[in-house]
T-cell receptor, first 114, second 120 residues
Framework: AQTVTQSQPEMSVQEAETVTLSCTYD???????LFWYKQPPSRQMILVIR??????QNATENRFSVNFQKAAKSFSLKISDSQLGDAAMYFC???????????FGTGTRLTIIP | ETGVTQTPRHLVMGMTNKKSLKCEQH?????MYWYKQSAKKPLELMFV???????ENNSVPSRFSPECPNSSHLFLHLHTLQPEDSALYLC???????????????????FGPGTRLTVL
């Protein structure tokens, strides 16, 4: 069975600073995808970034980047130059290649301190 | 944020009521999903439909009945619910099963805003 663990229920960061959210996972598959989703308060969940497991290069999307350590089964999200609009629940998710099922973690609530 | 829409956004119902949740996607996707989101728990996948066929039923009680009349619409029919069924119900869509040479983001799921359900 696949599992995704987010060990930080809550995090806070000063505006303009950098914060890293942790995620570890377990799967027996060799091909899979990893995702970070963001769910702002009372708003819908949106994709932040995704990583294909077969790619060694870490994915980046503007201020968001990941540190993907396949051997350690770790997939952390780094947010640089934090902005007030980054305040949200962040969910890490794991999906098998060719399978629609996603396994989610319990989420990390990120607070941005002005 | 209008690619996947859900109605109603909020629903309060008694345990003996029958109601339906509706989801519509405007992204040309072929797969649609129902998730249940409860506080401090991971999102729970309930149902998956691919090309209108149900491909996943994650041991969901029969008081939840999905319907997928076409690739753009998904319903969740509710009857004789329990208070513990109160949660945020999320709909999502994606391109579906990976096809050879398919779109780059085949496995990315796009979510609707959810229906906040309260069962009294």
């Amino acid at each position: 069975a696949q599992t995704v663990t987010q060990s930080q229920p809550e995090m806070s960061v000063q505006e303009a600073e950098t914060v890293t959210l942790s995620c570890t996972y377990d799967t027996s598959e060799s091909d899979y995808y990893l995702f970070w989703y963001k769910q702002p308060p009372s708003r819908q969940m949106i994709l932040v970034i995704r990583q294909e497991a077969y790619k060694q290069q870490n994915a980046t999307e503007n201020r968001f980047s990941v540190n993907f350590q396949k051997a350690a089964k770790s997939f952390s999200l780094k947010i640089s130059d934090s902005q007030l609009g980054d305040a949200a629940m962040y969910f890490c998710a794991l999906g098998d290649f060719g399978n629609e099922k996603l396994t989610f973690g319990t989420g990390t609530r990120l607070t941005i301190i002005p | 944020e209008t690619g996947v829409t859900q109605t109603p956004r909020h629903l309060v119902m008694g345990m003996t009521n029958k109601k339906s949740l509706k989801c519509e996607q405007h992204l040309g996707h072929n797969a649609m999903y129902w998730y249940k989101q409860s506080a401090k728990k991971p999102l729970e996948l309930m149902f998956v439909y691919n090309f209108k066929e149900q491909t996943e039923n994650n041991s969901v009680p029969s008081r939840f009945s999905p319907e997928c009349p076409n690739s753009s619409h998904l319903f969740l029919h509710l009857h004789t619910l329990q208070p513990e069924d109160s949660a945020l119900y999320l709909c999502a869509s994606s391109h579906g099963r990976v096809l050879a040479g398919g779109p780059k983001d085949t496995d990315t799921q796009y979510f609707g805003p959810g229906t906040r359900l309260t069962v009294l």
